[in-house]
């Protein structure tokens, strides 16, 4: 699905859309509550959402999917790509971020390659994100234990907590306390902002 306040542009992604056999657009809106709403309702593969939108922008959609463990998987547009702004998109749980000025064939790809599992980003903008990774690194040592490690990473994909159980061989549980132990040593109360954390301070590649 796309998300997006500007028709002119939806439009046009749209019909590129369609024009692939191997891609199915489910649904449109044109601003965030209705992105939220939408993707909570079809469930697609794949949204794609601008950065930039009226009442909920694309970051906070981004965050309420991977709070809610739904399993579409977010792309972020945006006119600008800034490493602190790329940072904060896969933080808040976007598994692409794409220029609005990239070709509609190559968001295409990206699409598909996102539906697949990949994670999508400019070349260009990888260096300034793995400074802004290490700019961000915290100091203080947080030890987890081999098995907190591995949920996290998981999580860092885009997994859900009945998915990593499924992936670990554990229970739903389980995975459920190594998240609250892990929301514990981090400080923080979500999964979003775990990543983030666990980002900032270089604890994931």
Do not use: W
């Not at 463990?69 to 600008?80: C, D, G, K, M, P």
């Not at 800034?82 to 749980?93: I, Q, T, Y």
């Not at 907190?148 to 009945?162: F, H, K, M, Y």
């Amino acid at each position: 699905m796309i998300a997006d306040d500007h028709p002119l542009f939806r439009d046009g992604l749209a019909r590129r859309i369609k024009e692939r056999t191997e891609l199915e657009l489910i649904g449109e809106a044109a601003d965030g509550p209705a992105a939220l709403d939408a993707i909570r309702e079809l469930q697609p593969d794949v949204a794609v959402v601008d950065i930039k939108m009226p009442r909920l922008d694309g970051l906070r959609v981004a965050a309420a999917v991977a709070r809610d463990e739904l399993h579409t998987r977010v792309v972020i547009l945006s006119a600008y790509l800034e490493s602190a702004v790329v940072f904060e998109a896969l933080a808040a749980g976007a598994r692409g971020f794409l220029s609005k000025d990239a070709d509609r064939r190559d968001v295409c790809e990206a699409i598909i390659a996102i539906a697949r599992g990949e994670v999508v980003l400019p070349p260009t903008i990888q260096i300034g994100l793995v400074e802004q990774i290490r700019a961000r690194a915290g100091e203080i040592e947080i030890s987890l234990s081999a098995r907190e490690r591995q949920v996290l990473e998981l999580i860092a994909a885009g997994e859900s907590a009945p998915q990593v159980a499924r992936h670990l061989h554990l229970s739903t549980g389980t995975v459920k306390s190594h998240l609250r132990n892990l929301y514990e040593k981090l400080g923080v109360s979500d999964r979003a902002a775990a990543v983030a954390e666990a980002m900032r301070r270089g604890m994931l590649e």
